[in-house]
């Protein structure tokens, strides 16, 4: 089976390439690079024996992607690609629903134009914004009030619809909880550029001395400790997830929320770090973060029933896996 795994030079993107080639499927890698770098093919290719197929190209131009698909018979399409930082789609809106909602049209096209039926999307359980914890995939969507959340809402709404007349389809729209972690080899992992806007990144920068604290974004939250508390779902368990939902969901659209169940708050987090690594983090409590929820935790019932998948890596693999990505940086 050929999947064409767009994005795949990204962070969540790559980690599910090594599980696609580990698995015995073929891989070809659709990126335009622009958050992510061309050594990451080495690398995947590195841990699996196996060099996926790569194409340098933006997943919203038509051309690049129809001679894609008409060159491979391709029998799914993973779609990573986008954009994704928050506050960056505050400023750049116009950027943020062209890229990521014209890259979801033009890869639903030509999986109707090529007889593709397979399609897997990367939603986010932004989707969900206010709505009381946990987080059910039948819960009316209200997304956060930004671009970002509202691209992920209206490519599921895309898809539904589309896949609504042409019944053929299996469309799967995985919400992803809050992906930290890192392959074991510590070869591949999350690399962001310049100052990390998630928790994980920017605790593992601080470990390293790259950053001198960790700003704890408040501690008056109605949560156990009073700092956020979050779903935080090892990297592999998520591309595992992946794999699960291309292989065995059927014609129609289904919902999966991707996550453990478990919240964790950022205090909580900096412990099992420093505890996992032996580490000592410094941080300093500061006010709230503009836009963040209190909590934010999934009922992963319905992926554990319906796909037999369950998230097996714990807090302390995350905080390992992370730092050993993090220290193998030049
Ligand atoms: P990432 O930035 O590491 O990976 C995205 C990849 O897509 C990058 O390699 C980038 O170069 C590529 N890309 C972006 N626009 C493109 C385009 N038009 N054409 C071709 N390539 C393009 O991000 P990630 O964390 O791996 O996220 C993957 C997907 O999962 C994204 O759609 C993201 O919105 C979604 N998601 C991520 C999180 C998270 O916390 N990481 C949470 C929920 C959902
Ligand atoms: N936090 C800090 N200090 C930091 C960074 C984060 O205290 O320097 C706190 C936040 O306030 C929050 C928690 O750590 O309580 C997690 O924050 P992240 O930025 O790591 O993650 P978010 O839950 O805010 O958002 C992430 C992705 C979104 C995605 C969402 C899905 O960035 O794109 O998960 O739940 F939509």
Known sequence: MLVLVTGGTGFIGSHTCVELLNSGYEVIILDNL????REVVDRIAQITGKRPLFYEADATDETAVDLIFSTHPIDGVIHFAGLKA?????????????????????????????????????????????NQVPFVETMELRPRTNPYGETKAMCERILTDAASIHPELSVSLLRYFNPVGAHESGLIGEAPQGIPNNL?????????????????????????DGTGVRDYIHVVDLAEGHLAALEQVGPGVHIYNLGTGRGTSVLELISAFEEANSIRIPYRIVGRRPGDVAECYADVSKAHAELGWTAKRGVY???????????NQG
């Open 317 to 327: 693999e995350m905080c390992r896996d992370a730092w050993r990505f993090e220290k």
């Open 86 to 130: 928050v506050g960056e789609s505050v400023q750049m809106p116009l950027a943020y629903y062209k890229n990521n909602l014209l890259s979801t049209i033009v890869l639903m096209e030509n999986c109707v134009k090529y007889g593709v039926q397979r399609f897997v999307f990367s939603s986010s359980a932004t989707v969900y914004g206010e």
């Open 34 to 37: 622009v958050n992510s770098k």
């Open 200 to 224: 994980m990144p920017y605790i593992t920068q601080v470990a390293k001395g790259i950053l001198p604290e960790l700003q704890v974004f408040g501690n008056d939250y109605p949560t156990p």
